[in-house]
């Protein structure tokens, strides 16, 4: 069974560019979601769809990163204009559904680099 | 809400010793718990997970938790490291009710030594 794939691995911008970051989850898994993780902390959600539904996005800055997920597959998450801030692994998983109990299963991530 | 403290940002063991991991939760209501593994450059693996069943969980690669209701705590051990158990260790929370997300913790990096 193939994992969650991500792309690019690794990305480096300046600041006040823009960035767009893909993922495409493991086949027939309903949620999907976006995480954060800045070195030396865990993971933090962004964003959490439902197939092409968004079912929390209370932690995303609205104001700079946007994610849709069309058809209820791929997804790609954005970020304009970066921040130094913004500097961090951006790892997408998904699971089966939306229950408490579901494994996440995580692609490797796309490390983000801000100058 | 809920939330995981992980004590020690960095635990160090010999090759062959007993691997403990602490982690506390906090949640309003009962928990779920997940132990994850993320070695370098990779994503995060799921070792085990606690769901309200039994109490000591059995995970991968040899590893276990026991959920502790009295004491908030879920810790990871293992009782012989290997150096291939080098890599971060996170432990997250979500919430036993409906759907919910993962609350993460900062993680503890175990190092072995041989």
């Known amino acids: 069974e193939a994992g969650v794939a991500q792309s690019p691995r690794y990305k480096i911008i300046e600041k006040r560019q823009s960035v767009a970051f893909w993922c495409n989850p493991i086949?027939?898994?309903?949620?999907l979601y976006w995480y954060q993780q800045i070195l030396g902390q865990g993971p933090k959600l962004l964003i959490q769809f439902q197939n092409n539904g968004v079912v929390d996005d209370s932690q995303l800055p609205k104001d700079r990163f946007s994610a849709e997920r069309l058809k209820g597959v791929d997804s790609t998450l954005k970020i304009q204009p970066a921040k130094l801030e913004d500097s961090a692994v951006y790892l997408c998983?998904?699971?089966?559904?939306?229950?408490?109990?579901?494994?996440?299963?995580f692609g490797p991530g796309t490390r983000l680099t801000v100058l | 809400a809920q939330s995981v403290t992980q004590l020690g940002s960095h635990v160090s063991v010999s090759e062959g010793a007993l691997v403990l991991l602490r982690c506390n939760y906090s949640s309003s209501v009962p928990p779920y718990l997940f132990w994850y593994v993320q070695y370098p450059n990779q994503g995060l693996q799921l070792l085990l997970k606690y769901t309200s069943a039994a109490t000591l969980v059995k995970g991968i690669n040899g590893f276990e938790a026991e959920f502790k209701k009295s004491e908030t705590s879920f810790h990871l051990t293992k009782p012989s490291a290997h150096m291939s158990d080098a890599a971060e260790y996170f432990c997250?929370?979500?919430?036993?009710?409906?759907?919910?997300?993962?609350?993460f913790g900062k993680g503890t990096m175990l190092l072995v030594s041989p």
């Open positions: 998983a998904s699971s089966l559904d939306r229950s408490g109990t579901d494994t996440q299963y």
């Open positions: 086949s027939g898994h309903a949620t």
């Open positions: 997250a929370v979500s919430m036993n009710s409906g759907y919910s997300t993962l609350t």
